[in-house]
């Protein structure tokens, strides 16, 4: 499974960005989709998690209320819409599959990462 992501940039806080992630190579229902950020000098985190069907869905709690995590298995991508963004969300976003374990956020249960996108905002 290929993944690529796109829609990061630069934007002010209070604004918005939506992230997508196509997938192509496998089967895109097989796998529970995830969205991950690094910080410099922080380790990666999980932002938001989606099942195979758009349910299951998870949000951490930093971002819990501004972003949302959709599915559109006809068009094998995922979204992550971003609202009210903060300089602390500034991070490279990845997008990740995984099988039934993905469930649980763990990075090291995703098989498979897109490359990154950067996302900065600016205070």
């Known amino acids: 499974v290929q993944l690529q992501a796109s829609g990061g940039g630069l934007v002010q806080a209070g604004g918005s960005l939506r992230l997508s992630c196509a997938a192509s190579?496998?089967?895109?229902?097989?796998?529970?989709m995830g969205w991950f950020r690094q910080a410099p000098g922080k380790e990666r985190e999980i932002v938001a998690r989606?099942?195979?069907?758009?349910?299951?869905?998870y949000a951490a709690d930093s971002v819990k209320g501004r972003f949302t995590i959709s599915r559109d298995n006809a068009k094998n991508t995922v979204y992550l819409q971003m609202n009210s963004l903060k300089p602390e969300d500034t991070a490279v976003y990845f997008c990740a599959a995984g099988r039934a374990s993905a469930l649980y956020n763990r990075a090291r249960d995703y098989d498979y990462w897109g490359q990154g996108t950067l996302v900065t905002v600016s205070s």
């Open positions: 989606i099942g195979w069907s758009g349910g299951n869905t």
């Open positions: 190579g496998g089967t895109f229902t097989d796998y529970v």
